[in-house]
């Protein structure tokens, strides 16, 4: 009996036991939150991690221009000193092609933001040629000239008549300069980069029976090169015109017509006019861009077909 009654005590302590750990348990618990809760430097969000992972990356851009969207895009800047790359662009899209044979030895950043393969203050390697050049006509259709200092482009940087009328810097490699005006195209033959002297020309830098020398060259615009003047070409009336610009400073990028809708860019020719085939705005208000971006404005140019008509205008010297 003595026994009995010590084993229903030994239970009824174990019953007690497991009763009070789950308490303990929860008692502990509780303390442990506590004391994290308050430590040092502890924050309510560390909890979730997940949230901050899916933001990602945050993309930055540099100050610059509104975009038309309204973000804001990086502008391009250039160290100073650098050099104008021949494949760089300050233009709208003329320039897409690449200047050819460019001279590593170029010094001059000025860069015009209508040029075509030509551009002003880029060097240029080539070869010199020498040709007849007759009376100085050729297919730029500026006519017969007393002045012979002139030179025919090759097909590629002639650039459907855009090099007419440049002013061009020519240097062989023994030093002697000459400056020509393109007045006339090289045929498919002639190599980028390569100029066709005239033989007048061609004696300035070298002995005519070399025939054929290594030159550099630039573009130039000149101190004295009188005012510009507008020609209609022969059959050009109200219907149908083309219209040349002659006597210009600075290579010409544009020619538009003032008609009842507004200026009206007419496309340019192999002969180096520019047409209007359905004759709007033939014979009104003529509106000229040099590839610095320079604009000449003429009023009172009648069609009077073959006549160059002068004006008092002239672009600036670059």
């Known amino acids: 009996m003595k026994e009995t009654r010590q084993a229903a005590r030994r239970r009824g302590r174990r019953r007690t036991l497991w009763a009070l750990t789950p308490v303990a348990l929860v008692a502990v618990g509780a303390l442990v939150c506590l004391a994290v809760a308050f430590r040092p430097g502890h924050r ?15 993309e930055t851009t540099a100050p610059g221009r509104a975009s038309p969207s309204g973000s804001a895009s990086p502008t391009a800047t250039r160290s ?21 044979a460019p001279d590593v030895s170029r010094t001059t950043a000025t860069t015009a933001s209508l040029a075509g393969r030509i551009r002003p203050g880029v060097g240029y390697r080539g070869v010199a040629t020498t040709y007849d050049a007759g009376t100085g006509d050729g297919a730029c259709s500026y006519g017969p000239s007393g002045d012979l200092m002139t030179a025919a482009m090759n097909h590629t940087d002639y650039e459907t008549s855009k090099a007419c009328g440049a002013y061009v810097l020519v240097r062989a490699a023994g030093g002697a300069t000459v400056t020509v005006r393109i007045t006339n195209e090289c045929p498919t033959g002639c190599a980028p980069g390569q100029l066709d002297l005239s033989a007048q020309a061609f004696a300035r830098l070298a002995n005519p029976a070399a025939g054929r020398i290594p030159v550099t060259w630039k573009l130039l615009s000149p101190g004295d090169s009188g005012t510009v003047a ?11 015109c083309a219209v040349q610009v002659i006597g210009h400073r600075n290579p010409v990028a544009r020619l538009e017509l003032r008609t009842d809708g507004g200026w009206r860019r007419l496309p340019r020719t192999e002969y180096n006019y520019f047409l209007a085939e359905d004759g709007g705005g033939c014979g009104s208000t003529i509106r000229i861009t040099d590839i610095y971006g320079e604009r000449l404005t003429v009023d009172g140019i009648a069609v009077r077909p073959g006549t160059a008509q002068t004006t008092r205008l002239q672009f600036a010297r670059h």
């Not at 979730?48 to 990356?57: L, N």
């Not at 494949?87 to 092609?97: G, I, L, N, V």
């Not at 507008?230 to 149908?240: A, C, D, V």
């Open 80 to 100: 100073p000193g650098s050099a104008a790359s021949p494949t760089e662009t300050s233009r709208p899209s003329t320039a897409s092609a690449r200047p050819s």
């Open 230 to 240: 507008l020609r209609y070409k022969t059959g050009s009336s109200r219907y149908w």
């Open 44 to 58: 309510a969000d560390t909890g979730h991690p997940a949230a901050s992972a899916a933001a990602g990356p945050v």
